[in-house]
Antibody, heavy 118, light 107 residues
């Protein structure tokens, strides 16, 4: 069965960086991309970006351009999302989601809470 | 960028009622529209994609319609387990965008 297992909660100081991992199993890793979506406390869903596991192409939300980097490691079937220069408004649950070609994300990870606080 | 506007932002209905949620895109997106359900404290769940295709395992009381700029999610015969926030999501091209959400409660 398809599973996406994310890394644990993080607490970071403003200005620091965080790297969240998402380990996939139960399907052919390189046949699907990954979307990353975040949700601030009590707020709605916000698209962070997308990465192709086939060729590494990425597409990031404009507001995060320059601070976010998505990568994948096909040898371990793991996707990563790194966010730098953290601010308090980056506090959110970050989700990875499997992204079928031409279709919306179908399977989601359990979410990783990133808290930015001094 | 294309904006997705959902309405209403919240609603309260009785068990057995028919509930309708609308989503409007600021530009045409053909049928590249999905609906997600998020229960409190849970991960979003895909209900409908391609505007009207029910994801496997989703109860048939859920249905979607629309194309272009105007879309609808309908819950026929609302059940207590349908209490959740529902989000529309356009996925035709980046940036991918979610609507603001509609919180559904039982009256």
């Amino acid at each position: 069965q398809v599973q996406l297992v994310q890394s644990g909660a993080e607490v970071k100081q403003p200005g620091a960086s965080v790297k969240v991992s998402c380990k996939a199993s139960g399907y052919t890793f390189t046949s699907y991309g990954f979307s990353w979506v975040r949700q601030a406390p009590g707020q709605g869903l916000e698209w962070v970006g997308w990465i192709s596991t086939y060729n590494g192409d990425t597409n990031y939300a404009q507001k995060l351009q320059g601070r976010v980097t998505m990568t994948t490691d096909t040898s371990t079937s793991t996707a990563y999302m790194e966010l730098r220069s953290l601010r308090s408004d980056d506090t959110a649950v970050y989700y990875c989601a499997r992204d079928p070609p031409g279709d919306p994300p179908d399977y989601w990870g359990q979410g990783t809470l990133v808290t930015v606080s001094s | 960028d294309i904006q997705m506007t959902q309405s209403p932002s919240s609603l309260s209905a009785s068990v057995g009622d028919r509930v309708t949620i609308t989503c409007r895109a600021s530009q045409g997106i053909s049928n590249y529209l999905a609906w997600y359900q998020q229960k409190p404290g849970k991960v979003p769940k895909l209900l409908i994609y391609a505007a009207s295709t029910l994801q496997s395992g989703v109860p048939s009381r859920f249905s979607g319609s629309g194309s272009g700029t105007d879309f609808t999610l309908t819950i026929n015969s609302l059940q207590p387990e349908d209490v959740a926030t529902y989000y529309c999501h356009k996925y035709n091209s980046a940036p991918l965008t979610f609507g603001g959400g509609t919180k559904v409660e039982i009256k």
